[in-house]
């Protein structure tokens, strides 16, 4: 009997469509005859998703060494600011952090798993929009290489049971010890990296791209609310990320500048949409 292939979606956590084939008479064109043959099937119809994301395709260092880590791992998203002028796109970030490594290891791509881009306040380019950097089942390389955390009874198994590892493209992966210390495992397994494109912080030596200090930069309403949805969408797919924080609490640094002042309201703009964060 000639048979037609129904495509049914599979969602994985990041609502990826993956396809498989469930092969059936060619009569049954349509899911309404299907469902009165087969009443076990039920039509599922995922919450839509509450930001719209961009997937560019970025190029990795095949000879950096990176980590995987099950989503279980995540429970925290973690602000930065790109330290660059605000029209820097996602895959100039990327090549920028291609040049850069820790402790002489090369980094494998764009440090950061998500990407905002929007202006200043009071300006209005770039383009707001929201780009995927790394995969989420990829650690980050955002929160600081010496800061660790500690590990609920979920994290702590899933740690003990090797399901954090670390490797080379095409190479063999395998449990790194140097991702724990203490008891505590480093912030970049547990955390979700999400950068807003522009510089916040002052003007410094170190920081020679950063506002006057009679002028300090902030971020639009339109980019709060990004970044509550895209904290929300995050919680959404993921129940067990309950927190939001920003990079100069795991290190001394300047960044995320005068985003972190505004944390509080992208938590509020988040529980408009259905999610609440410590």
């Known amino acids: 009997m000639k048979k037609i292939c129904l495509l049914i979606f599979l969602f994985s956590y ?17 899911f309404q005859e299907l469902e009165k043959l087969y009443p076990y099937i039920t039509r599922i119809t995922p919450d839509p998703d509450l930001i719209d994301i ?3 395709k970025y190029e990795t260092n095949p000879e950096a060494s990176f980590c995987k880590r099950p989503m279980e791992m995540l429970d925290t998203v973690v602000f930065h600011h790109s330290e660059t002028a605000s029209s820097w796109t996602p895959e100039m970030i990327n090549a920028l952090h291609l040049e850069r490594s820790t402790n002489n290891d090369p980094w494998y791509m764009i ?6 881009s929007s202006p200043y306040r009071g300006e209005t380019l770039p383009v707001p929009e ?56 480093k912030a970049n397994v547990t955390t979700v990296g999400v950068v807003i494109t522009g510089n916040y912080a ?10 006057k200090k009679d002028n300090p930069r902030n971020p639009t309403q339109e980019t709060l609310v990004m970044a509550a949805k895209m ?8 129940p067990r990320i309950k927190k939001i ?34």
């Open 14 to 30: 990041e609502v990826k469509a993956q396809w498989i084939d469930w092969c059936v008479p060619d009569h049954f064109y349509n």
């Open 54 to 56: 961009r997937r560019p």
């Open 111 to 116: 440090a950061y798993s998500y990407v905002i």
């Open 130 to 185: 929201v780009a995927q950097g790394r995969p989420l089942d990829i650690v980050g390389a955002h929160a600081g290489g010496e800061s660790y955390v500690s590990m609920d009874e979920i994290q702590t198994k899933l740690w003990t049971e090797g399901k954090v590892t670390c490797g080379k493209e095409g190479g063999v992966f395998q449990v790194d010890p140097d991702l724990l210390r203490n008891g505590k495992i």
């Open 202 to 211: 002052p003007f410094s030596k170190l920081n020679p791209l950063g506002y």
């Open 231 to 238: 904290s929300c969408q995050l919680q959404k797919k993921n």
């Open 245 to 278: 924080g920003w990079h100069s609490q795991y290190k001394a640094t300047a960044c995320p500048g005068t985003i972190k002042n505004y944390i509080s309201e992208i938590k509020t703009i988040a529980k408009g949409y259905g999610c609440e964060f410590n």
